[in-house]
């Protein structure tokens, strides 16, 4: 339905959006994750025709839109600040662009108040936007983008501006509405629990590239390059280099001193240089030896952090690399006084855990 | 919180002090000149008691009508104009990047910062240039020209904070540029424009310097009569206008207050404002479209010269319009007759002045066959040095400079200028503050002539007048009246229009004529060479030697008029105020010639004089 073949944009030396390619599926709840400056904006703004593409395509629908100008293409957008027009009240923004498109006015009414209904505002429509909260104004931002039914609709980062706890509430509403109209939402963020809680899928942007592109269980447990495993959650990286691999699992040798076995097939052959990506739950702290499922590497206790529904373990490996280590406070509630500073101890994880990135 | 030293206190006090004094230092004035626009007497700081006739006088001054009238629709139209071009020049610079856009950026500014003056000159150059007549189109260029910029400069502030998002929220929901510029741009910056347009309003109201320079024969605005009238002499009629221009701005203020704190103002006032602006330039073009310009005549004078009343007969009698410009001396009438632009038919110039247009072959000659009246003039005025075949004028009338005195506190006999230096009348003796007048009287006391041109003889001027000086309590040329009538002072040389005025309503005053002659000026009708309408000029000219006619102005202007019928017409009283002026001996009075290099030279004996 949407479709970027080999779009790239360029600010002079600059650039913003490289070589992307990506097709979005109608219905599809689809997100653009990546930290700030990665060319998510750009991207939204190519598809809604506020910005020219240096290169590439952008296809809709079957039909490539060249340099239409934004007013004849099928998309709307929710701005992040929202850009509701001062002068207007709610009923008449979200009229707006059915009044544009000529609609009679018993058409407009009906329409403008169910969109208005979707977002949970009726009774709001002779209010001006600056009588309105920020939650509010944002949903009468969706509402005024919502009631022109388009094929696409675009919102950058529309929770942004939101404190934690509506942000939370509205998110829940978004995927809500979205199932209920139906509509493909491109949802840009920069907030990887925004991400990955709205999405069916999510692609992860670096530097104008997508580096991988997936739904969100796939991204987090299966991280393909350094960026997108960093950037997701936390992570422990550790180097290391195989040392027999069969179609099974393999070996590697950590640090150039631990050796450890994965239990699960990678692409990968004698002699490679790994990342071995471990994630924080998925370490325990122990004073036994592993089991004969698990790994182990020693390290010394050097920090403990409370974080309320569980306790980060700092150690420090021999060779001088942190690693972090979350426990469950619940789980492991007699544990956690128990684990003295300074005291050496084992990382334990399974020999099924863990995900090697080619270095 | 308290504070351990007197400082605190000490501000407190003197900001309040300071902020009263500044409030009263801006305002004070504006209550005084209310207060003595209900004054009865014609002086304007000399309190003789509540009276409305100024505000009777200022309704019946149709030139002051007229001025309104013209200053209301050029303000209207060039708002118009200039909101329109300078909210078109605002988004151009604000939204569009084109080669030499910081170049067109910085040319904004250039109107503003330019000195007005420099900024009218340049814009008369061009007129003149491209030939454009001076006149509404002219004056109304020149208010677009610099109110498009303010209005362009607060329409790019109000951009500025504009939000780039709307438009682009606009477009994005459907709307293409214009619609989004109609529904979104235009709406949100709207209060720029509103307060643009007041802006504009107001400055092309008031705005005085660049209209003088642009303003022709039938686009006189108020504050050029304004000043005019100042220049004829400041009348409470002055005070009477301002007192009614302060209450309709503020009842203008109030009402733009008033709109704006209602929701819906802001399409409200802009559709009325551009409502009534456009209906204001549909009536201009319809009323220039259908004015017959065969029968009008362009007089270009002082304010108030050719009294109303008799202009409003002549209009009457002939269907002829008039369309009266001002002009507040010589000097200007020569610099705008010079310059060709203007379309004038009948200008007022003084003897000197009428020399040097002859010499510059600006006059026309006067068909004086078809003046019926001509007989009327007294033949001593007809061919006088200035233009000896009596071609190009047909004299106005005359005026001197004589003696002004309160009979009640002096001695007589006045009748020499020589009182001026009497010991008795030390501080009561008050001098015109004009070096032609003072250093022409010395000479004159000296047995000779500024015209002379002696050096020597301005060395003994110089001496005389500074033995006088002591006993002088001012030099001064404006407020004569007030002083005397304050018995600040007891005499003063002053001019027989003044003078004959004064002693109209105050009969303890008297004017004489010195016996050692007096300096006199003959104001006269002139023709310039190409005006379009010279047959009309001759019939207003006729219009004015007609016996009856000519007393009815000598009566209301107190200056005689050298017309041999008029004078047995006359009221009683009137003939006798102007009796020892009709009956001047000729031989007495020495016309004001020209000076040359020599002005320098007395110039800087007058200065020398101020100054110790
Ligand atoms: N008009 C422009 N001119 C020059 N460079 C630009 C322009 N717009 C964007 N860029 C650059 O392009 C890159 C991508 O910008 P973009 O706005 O797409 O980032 P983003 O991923 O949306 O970031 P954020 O999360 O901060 O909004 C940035 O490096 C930015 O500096
Ligand atoms: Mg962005």
Known sequence: MLELINVTRKYGDVVAVNDVSLTVAKGEFFCLLGSSGCGKTTILRMVAGFEKRTSGQIILNGRDMGDDPPYCRDVNTVFQNYALFPHMTVFENVAYGLRIRKCNTAEIGTRVMEALGQVRLSGFEERRPDQLSGGQQQRVALARALVNRPSILLLDEPLSALDKKIAEQTRLELTELQRRVGITFIYVTHNQTEALALADRVAVMHNGVIEQCGPPGEIYEHPKTRFVADFIGSMNFLDGQVTTATDRGCRLRLAERWDVEIDKASPVAPGNRVLYCLRPEQLRLSLLPARDFE?????????????GDATLYLLELANGQMVTVSQNNYIARLARDFYELNQEYLLLWSRTSGEIIRA | MARNNDLGLGTGLWLRVATWLSVAFLFL??????IFSFNASRQVTHWEGFSLKWYAVAFADRALWTGVQNSLIIAAVSTLLATVLGTAAALALSKYTFRGRVLFQNLIYIPIILPEIIFGLSLLALFILIRMPLGFTSVICAHVTFSLSFVAL??????HQFDRRLEEASLDLGANRLQTLRYVILPVIAPGIVSGAMFAFTLSLDDFVSTLFTAGANSTTLPLRIYSLVKYGVTPELNAISTLLILVTLAALLAGHYLQRRAVSQRLVLGLGGGTAALVAVLLIVSIALADDRHTLNVYNYAGYFPDSILADFEKETGI??????????EELLSRLSLGACDYDLVVPSDYMVRTMIKLKLLARINRESLANYANLDERFTR???????EYYIPYTYGCTGLLYNRELTQPPVDSWRVLWDERYKGRILMLDDMRECFGLAFRLLGGSLTDRDPRMLQDALALLRKQKPLVLRYDSNTVDSILLSREAYLAPYWSGGGLRLTKDHPEFEFAIPREGVPMFVDTFCIPRDARHKENAERLIDFMLRPDIAARCMEELLYPMPNTQAPALLPEDIHALLQPMLTLD?????LVGELGEFNKDVDRAWTELRSR
């Open chain 1, 295 to 307: 790994n182990s590497v020693p390290g010394v206790l050097r920090r403990k952090v409370f974080e």
């Open chain 2, 321 to 330: 319009r008039i369309n009266y410009s001002y002009f507040n001396d010589n």
């Open chain 2, 586 to 590: 000729l031989k007495k009075l020495q």
């Open chain 2, 154 to 159: 607060i329409v790019l502030a109000r951009l």
């Open chain 2, 29 to 34: 004035p504006i209550p005084i000149l209310i």
């Open chain 2, 384 to 390: 006088m040095e200035f233009d000896p075949t009596g």
